[in-house]
């Protein structure tokens, strides 16, 4: 069975540009969760979505955003990017919601800002 | 907000033997779970071992352990008999096991332990 996937794996934009990044979960999974991950650092949550809807959000900006659609996958959309937004995005499926549900990540995308 | 730290940026150890990783966390919650994920240079990141903060007994997955003392908010790793592939970052974090609005947190990770294993 395929893991998650992200797309694309690399890329490189400049300040105040958009950016849109993209995550397909496993397949029956129906959450999927965002975070970023500064190099050097743990990761740090961004998102979680389940059923389509919001169900959990970090201390992020309002330049961040996400969404999921009906077969689950999910982009994150972030504006007016800033040099501090320079990161690997990881995407975490996992089958429910409930915090003991293991989450299994995506290999990332790794977004440079210049 | 809870928090969770990991004293050892780096770690090294003899291939064989055994070795343990630090975690510590803080939180007001009595019902949450704590992992440990491994990320290889690869990048991607992989469940170790999960703990449920209301189970008593430790962890346990193959070569990999931990040691869950909720009373002092600690929660090591440890690898016994380390080989070449488990060289990796090693995070732990920790999940509040529901919200009150009915969703879930987010994981909160620490920021990894380096771990190298000399042959």
């Known amino acids: 069975d395929a893991g998650v996937t992200q797309s694309p794996t690399h890329l490189i934009k400049t300040r105040g540009q958009q950016v849109t990044l993209r995550c397909s979960p496993i397949?029956?999974?129906?959450?999927v969760s965002w975070y970023q991950q500064v190099l050097g650092q743990g990761p740090q949550f961004i998102f979680q979505?389940?059923?389509?809807?919001?169900?959990g959000r970090g201390n992020f900006p309002d330049r961040f955003s996400a969404r999921q659609f009906p077969n689950y996958s999910s982009e994150l959309n972030v504006n007016a990017l800033l040099l501090g937004d320079s990161a690997l995005y990881l995407c975490a499926s996992s089958y429910r919601l409930a915090g003991g549900y293991e989450q299994y990540f995506g290999p990332g995308t790794r977004l440079t800002v210049t | 907000a809870q928090t969770v730290t990991q004293s050892q940026p780096e770690m090294s150890v003899q291939e064989a033997e055994t070795v343990t990783l630090s975690c510590t966390y803080d939180?007001?919650?009595?019902?949450?779970?704590l992992f440990w994920y491994k990320q290889p240079p690869s990048r991607q990141m992989i469940l170790v071992i999960r703990?449920?903060?209301?189970?008593?007994q430790n962890a346990t997955e193959n070569r990999f352990s931990v040691n869950f003392q909720k009373a002092a908010k600690s929660f090591s790793l440890k690898i016994s008999d380390s080989q070449l592939g488990d060289a990796a970052m090693y995070f732990c974090a920790y999940r509040r096991k529901s919200n009150s609005g009915g969703g879930a947190d987010g994981l909160t990770f620490g920021k990894g332990t380096h771990l190298i294993i000399q042959p």
């Open positions: 703990q449920e903060a209301y189970k008593q």
């Open positions: 979505y389940y059923e389509k809807e919001e169900r």
């Open positions: 397949s029956g999974h129906k959450s």
């Open positions: 939180t007001s919650e009595s019902d949450y779970y």
